[in-house]
């Protein structure tokens, strides 16, 4: 769907960095959330937000802030980057059948 | 108990052949259903939502039993395009909107020639 789009798509950074991964969406939804998804572990919930100025832990939360200051935009920061975190990150929205919409996901790798 | 289950597969079959996922969850409280697919790294997308009275789409049919807890899809006539990974995702509350959606880990299909 072209109503979400993550960015970057691809990032690799340095342990210790901080990291912004930005979620953006066109349809006004008023949840939005981001996954991590490893290989064995599945899609696991970091942080969710139910508008603007208010989000809420998800399964694995530790070492990830998030803010929504506009309803189209959900950031997803990793204060200081450490190798466990590298992962494949997907923003979702609530989309048609109230399933959620997926956006294309940001591959981030962290030496 | 994990919250879903699935099992992982591969599930390897011939096209034209008719393939069954079943998967399982612990939370009784789930109220919203949802099959996924996912292709090699892409993100997942809305195959099927789940119905209790079960709902079919073209070759693929979902069921839901809240007596057993399990949700299961089965695909019709296997083509090429199908191989894929697919998840099952049941919800709390009312749906997308409140309850956040757990993820299985998937089942892998393989569909060969």
């Known amino acids: 769907d072209a109503g979400i789009t993550q960015s970057p798509r691809h990032k690799v950074t340095e342990t210790g960095t901080p990291v912004t991964l930005r979620c953006h969406q066109t349809e006004n939804h008023r949840y939005m959330y981001w996954y991590r998804q490893d290989p064995g572990h599945g899609l696991r919930l970091i942080h969710y937000?139910?508008?603007?100025?208010?989000?809420d832990k998800g399964e694995v939360s530790d070492g990830y802030s998030v803010s929504r200051s506009k309803t189209e935009d959900f950031l997803l920061t990793l204060e200081s980057a450490t190798s466990s975190q590298t992962s494949v990150y997907f923003c979702?929205?609530?989309?048609?059948?109230?399933?959620?919409?997926f956006g294309s996901g940001t591959r981030l790798t962290v030496v | 108990r994990k919250e879903v289950e699935q099992d992982p597969g591969p599930f390897n079959v011939p096209e034209g052949a008719t393939v069954a996922f079943n998967c399982t969850y612990s939370?009784?409280?789930?109220?919203?259903f949802f099959w996924y697919r996912q292709d090699c790294r892409k993100e997942p997308k809305l195959l099927m939502s789940?119905?209790?009275s079960g709902n079919e789409d073209g070759r693929f049919t979902a069921q839901l039993n809240r007596a057993s807890q399990y949700i299961s899809l089965l695909i019709r006539d296997s083509k090429l395009s199908d191989s894929a990974t697919y998840l099952c995702a049941p919800g709390l509350l009312g749906g997308g909107s409140q309850g956040n959606l757990i993820f299985g880990k998937g089942t892998k299909l393989s569909v060969k020639p």
């Open positions: 789940v119905y209790s």
């Open positions: 939370n009784s409280a789930s109220q919203s």
């Open positions: 979702a929205t609530v989309g048609g059948s109230y399933g959620y919409t």
């Open positions: 937000s139910y508008g603007v100025k208010d989000t």
